[in-house]
Every structure is written in C-alpha cells, then in structure tokens.
C-alpha cells in the first residue's frame, strides 16, 4: 500500500486553568485542522512545540507538507516594532519555532499553507510587516472578529485572477474572520491575491515557490460543511502528493 502524504500541522501550548491538573501544559492544535487533512487524504501529523532547534529541524524532515496554523499575535520585534496599545498576547518561543519549520520546510521544497497567524508569520518571516491591531488601518474597517459560530461566513473578499487561491474560489467569496491584526507591508517575494472590501489583505502566494499559499481567515473551520474551504486542503495534499511521488 503506496504510503499517504504527512501532512505537519504546527502547535501551540494551552495551560488548564482549573481542575486537578491547574498550570498544567498541553501541546495541541484544533481539531479542524486534523479533521480538514485526514478528509483531503494527508496524514495530519501534530509537531509538537518545543524551542530545541535541532529537535525542530529534526522534526520538519519528518514531513511532506507543511500547515502553519493560527494562534498568538507575532511579536512585533519580529518586523522592528515596538508593542502598540492594542497588541494582544504574544508567544515570542511559537514565533522562533514556526519560523524554523517554515525555513527547513522551504529549504526542502515542501508545499505549504498559513492560516490566519500562520499568514502573518509567513509575511514576517520574509520581511513583511503587519498591523499591530485593525484599529491602526486608516479609514472604514469591516469586522474582522466575528462574534458568530466559526461555520458562518461573514465576509466578501475579492480574489486576483491565475492564483491558486482563484482556482478554488473564483472571482469572489465569503469567509469567516477571527483576526485583531492584518497584514501591512507584504514582503517583496509575495503577491496579495485576495482582499477584503475595505483593503485588508486575506490571502498571499509566493511569487515563485511551487505552492506557499496563506489565508487570513479560517478554511479549517469551515471545511466540514463548506465544498470550497475544503477543496484548498484537497489542492494542497494534491501538491504534496505531486513532489512525493516526484522525487
């Protein structure tokens, strides 16, 4: 049996805050995530959070595709920033972690998706910028954090032609939204492929890259019910599949 495509999905530590095991830490992930993989047939394979550096090379050989998922604000000392009024918790040891993985990841040629703090990320580690908090954007800004069920789409974007992200979606679609920051300055290697209707960047791919894709909004949460969500994790295992079956 042809092995299937390991698909690692970055995590973050969550502390019980009550209960026998209070301050206790846990490595994990949302389950939507392993949920949206294991349907587009990928292996979901959670890499465990840890600031070894060698252990985290060590762990970015072990697959074949790459999720950046969401999670903390990035540091603002990661684009020359200092902390803005509005900036939320921040996890400076993810940042230096996911930025490993991204960078090992790239050095083998995987393919690889950022979703919302993982687009961020992705910006930041190639130069770019980002908006402390949405407040800070001149001018009308839309509601960015819903405060409706993670399924429910609540806003339109506009989506550039001959990009991934169109091949799916088409010219227009509704996401859902659960982001304080934005994107500011994208990095020169990056084309913005997808905004909101108020400027906000949604969606990023490498100018050159065979699939470095990255999404503001949350495709995992709506891939249980929602064809296209679900279709961007298919595309991305299909890429994986690709250069396994390549090499």
Known sequence: ???KPIIGISSSIIVDDSGSFAGYK??????????????AGGVPLIIPFTTNKEVIINQAQLIDGLILSGGHDVSPYNYGQEPSQKLGETFPE?????MILLEESKKRNIPILGICRGSQLINVAAGGTLYQDLSLIPGNVLKHFQGSKPTLKTHMIKIEENSVIASIFGKETMVNSFHHQALDK??????????????????????????????????????????AAQKLFEKFVAEVNLRKNNL
């Open 1 to 3: 049996m042809e092995r």
């Open 26 to 39: 846990r490595a994990y992930v949302n389950k939507d995530y392993v949920d949206a993989v294991v349907r």
């Open 94 to 98: 993810r940042d230096t972690y996911e």
């Open 186 to 227: 994208v990095a020169d290697e990056f084309r913005v492929v997808a905004r909101a209707s108020d400027g906000v960047v949604e969606a990023i791919e490498h100018k050159t890259y065979k699939f470095l894709v990255a999404v503001q909004w949350h495709p995992e949460m709506m891939a249980v019910n929602d064809k």
